[in-house]
């Protein structure tokens, strides 16, 4: 990776290369290689022998449509996919139900006839990879309830829900529903033995009196869960103190301060917060999206405790903010030991937001979503000190001013904002003296880019200028991220 032989294209808050590939030479060599080596096949000989299986079938529904009505030889042309399936059987199978030996498969285009014929013969799949099939039906999936040794499950955009049925994957690990439409999930997704990892933006759905004494006699083992829509009447603050194992977790409030749910989910946040210290699975992550109506939610959840105790003490390593606060100084405070956070459209004031930040004595990266943040003042010596890694994302060109001798151990910052133009008067590169890398808004213009080149020329450390090109998101402005252009060598994602 230092001699630009490999990229990342994936980087952490903490600057982690997450995931990486080879440049195009590179990648063809390796291609090469492995084929030679036969640690890959890019035919169907010795199918038998096959473990890890992708295919891509791009036929989109138009075009099987159009075949479905043809007389030519696209009316017999069978589908692809289907007919692939078939070919990964033993070489001495000798019937039309054999079981098929694949223990992953990934599929890209359109899949359903094969899910739907073939998948119940692949008895020993453990990955099934279906998030970029296009045209998966809820019908379709039946099948997938009968891999019983089904470890890690993606669905695609076209499925809507699931069934019950869920709950005879006794061996699911992972489940992630991040591109699907489904909206709620049975409770026998969440009691599965082994599942561990749940993604996507999902309700729970309601539990009978029966099913829940069974969920909370029983043990819970989801470790993430990212993430859950808590509304009102929801039963999902009772179920949170009981999942023990839980680390990470990402919650939608779309609850107000007179639902009863209101108190018992701020119990729960509070609980969540303080067990960090209990749990052997390493530090833990909490993301809050708050509407109009739960802005307190933090506050009363650093608060809410009985007379004459001591404040609460919060072990976070990671803390996802989002949505107007009227108070955040009492939850910082209980947070020393913070090492990540993220604040979006909270509307907190400079000099607030600045004490509040006072109080992280660990925070390694901080990132700040607003309108604005040209009244946010690091005026001392040596403020946020521990700090190494600083993104900040507006929607008008007006930064936060940071006085020499603050922020002392920087050594990433990214200042995005389409509309900047020329450097900051506030922010001067020369005064990072570990500076590594500044990163700018892709739409930026030519004449800004060239200004920052060179500051960062005449910087000892030489860092990186990089262009990140802004990926809108469906729901809200702040929502969006940031990806890396082919402009510059380094690729980086900002979440």
């Known amino acids: 990776m230092d001699r630009n032989i490999i990229q990342p294209i994936d980087t952490s808050n903490r600057g982690e290369k997450k995931t990486c590939k080879p440049h195009g030479i590179m990648h063809q060599f390796m291609l090469y290689k492995s084929i030679s080596s036969n640690f890959i096949a890019p035919s169907l000989e010795n199918r038998g022998n096959f473990r890890h299986i992708m295919m891509e079938n791009q036929r989109n529904r138009r075009e099987d449509d159009m075949d479905h009505g043809a007389t030519g030889p696209a009316a017999s042309r069978p589908n692809l996919l289907n007919n692939l399936l078939r070919f990964f059987k033993p070489s001495n199978s000798t019937g039309p139900d054999e079981d098929l030996r694949p223990r992953s498969l990934t599929v890209f285009g359109s899949a359903e006839e094969a899910v739907y014929s073939d998948l119940i013969n692949c008895k020993l799949l453990k990955v099934l990879d279906l998030k970029e099939c296009n045209n998966l039906e809820d019908k379709h999936i039946n099948n997938i309830y009968k891999l019983l040794h089904l470890k890690y499950l993606t669905l695609g955009s076209s499925v809507r829900g699931l069934s019950d049925k869920m709950g005879n994957l006794h061996c699911l690990e992972t489940l992630d529903l991040r591109k699907t439409k489904v909206n709620t999930v049975p409770v026998e997704v969440i009691s599965l033995p082994h599942l561990a990892h749940l993604f ?43 999942m023990k194992k839980l680390t990470k977790v990402k919650i939608w409030c779309v609850i107000t301060s007179t639902d009863g749910n209101y108190t018992k989910l701020s119990d729960a946040i509070r609980k969540f917060a303080q067990a960090g210290t209990d749990t052997s699975q390493g530090a833990r992550s909490l993301s809050l999206h708050l509407n109009a109506s739960s ?24 803390l996802k903010l989002q949505g107007r606060l009227t108070h955040f100084k009492e939850f910082a405070k209980a947070l020393s030991g913070l090492r990540e956070l993220c604040l979006t459209c909270t509307n907190l004031e400079g000099p607030i937001l600045l004490a509040c930040l006072r109080e992280l004595w660990c925070l390694v990266y901080l990132k700040l979503v607003e309108d604005r943040i040209d009244d946010l003042d690091i005026n001392l010596d040596g403020d946020l000190a521990s700090l190494q890694r600083l993104c900040i994302v507006v929607k008008q060109p007006r930064f936060p001013t940071i006085a020499q001798g603050a922020l002392p151990g920087l050594v990433s910052l990214h200042m995005l904002c389409k509309d900047l133009e020329g450097v900051c008067d506030g922010i001067k590169v020369e005064h990072f003296k570990h ?45 969006a991220k940031y990806v890396a252009t082919d402009q510059r060598s380094s690729e980086l994602l900002v979440e």
């Not at 200004?451 to 990926?471: D, Q, S, T």
Request: proline share 4%; net charge neutral.
């Open 200 to 242: 996507g933006k999902v309700k729970l759905n309601k539990l009978s009196s029966k099913k829940l004494d069974k969920f909370l006699s029983g043990e819970c083992n989801l470790e993430t869960l990212s993430g859950v829509v808590v509304e009102r009447n929801s039963q999902f603050p009772e179920l949170m103190e009981h």
């Open 295 to 318: 802005n307190e939610m933090v506050h009363l959840s650093a608060t809410s405790r009985k007379a004459g105790l001591a404040p609460p003490v919060f072990y976070l390593s990671s």
């Open 435 to 479: 500076l590594r890398e500044v990163a700018l808004d892709s739409e930026v213009n030519q004449e800004t880019i060239e200004l920052w080149e060179n500051e960062a020329k005449e910087h000892p450390k030489r860092p990186k200028v990089l262009l990140l090109k802004r990926v809108e998101a469906a729901d809200t402005w702040s929502a």
